[in-house]
């Protein structure tokens, strides 16, 4: 099944056709992620996008200020390969894994993504606070597009690797973030996906399970997965990713092995 959303000259096409033995799993030399001609910008004054802020601006002909998240992105990403995006705070990193998770579509520009997807970006995204664990879990797991019977037969597995089941039937409001996330990253590697999309989430939490979040995270990756990764820890980075993407101001700075790219931007000029 291919899904395909477009904004005026922008297109975000999912594609996750399903093949014989079950999920689709794109072959390694297909091209699971693409980006080409890529841009997307925000109004700078987020309490201006209110239908009020833009009626007055429509009767008085004010300009609506909008500052570019990303302009022209190109890349494209393997099967089984892991792709590190890196930059400054405000580089377009979030930006370009919302757009290809489709939570965001591109003002111009086309992006295609094939396989199954699990993101950990937003902590709770997709979680309830009134709900308990064990009921977040199975809805999450829903969301992610593991079916019931499945969810209830990882049950046990997923609450055993997220380290919480004395808290398992608690609302989720009474959990810190690091529970949220051990949760959170429990449900989305037992959903098995194509593609996972981390988002800085590792640094939340105690050593000992960010270090279990990369041993699970190598696993998929020995498995054929396609991560794409990003964090502000360079050892993280080097440890799971063999290509990196570097932004800078919502441009692509350098492309190219992780190595390379990262030793780049690690020397790159410090700000006065």
């Known amino acids: 099944m291919a899904i395909q959303h ?11 056709r399903e093949r014989e033995n079950g999920r689709a799993t794109p072959n390694p030399a297909d091209c699971v992620i693409s980006f080409t001609g890529v841009s997307k910008s925000y109004i700078r004054n987020a309490s201006r996008s209110l239908l009020r802020h833009r009626l007055t601006a429509w009767i008085t002909r004010a300009p609506i200020e909008r500052f570019s998240a990303l302009r022209d992105v190109s890349f494209e990403l393997y099967s089984g390969e892991s792709l590190a995006v890196i930059g ?12 290809a998770t489709g939570i965001s579509a591109p003002d111009c520009g086309q992006v295609k993504v094939r396989g199954t997807m699990a993101a950990l970006m937003e902590l709770g995204a997709g979680f309830h606070p009134d709900l308990t664990g064990a009921e977040n879990l199975v809805l999450n797991a829903s969301l992610l597009g593991l079916s019931r019977s499945k969810t209830y037969e990882e049950f046990d597995s997923i609450v055993e690797f997220s380290g919480i089941r004395q808290f398992i039937d608690e609302p989720l409001r009474t959990y810190s973030s690091g529970m949220v996330l051990r949760l959170a990253f429990a449900v989305a590697v037992r959903v098995n996906p194509d593609i996972l999309f981390v988002d800085e989430v590792l640094s939340v939490g105690d050593q000992g399970f960010q270090a279990k979040c990369v041993d699970e995270i190598k696993r998929l990756k020995n498995q054929g997965k396609t991560l794409v990764c990003v964090s502000h820890s360079s050892g993280i980075l ?16 350098m492309s190219g092995s992780m190595s390379e790219v990262l030793d780049s931007y690690e020397r790159r000029p410090q700000p006065a």
């Open 88 to 99: 400054l705070n405000g580089a377009g990193k979030s930006t370009l894994l919302r757009l």
């Open 6 to 16: 477009s904004t005026g000259e922008a297109a975000i096409e999912v594609d996750n």
């Open 238 to 253: 080097r440890d799971l990713c063999d290509r990196a993407l570097w932004l800078e101001h919502g441009e692509v700075k």
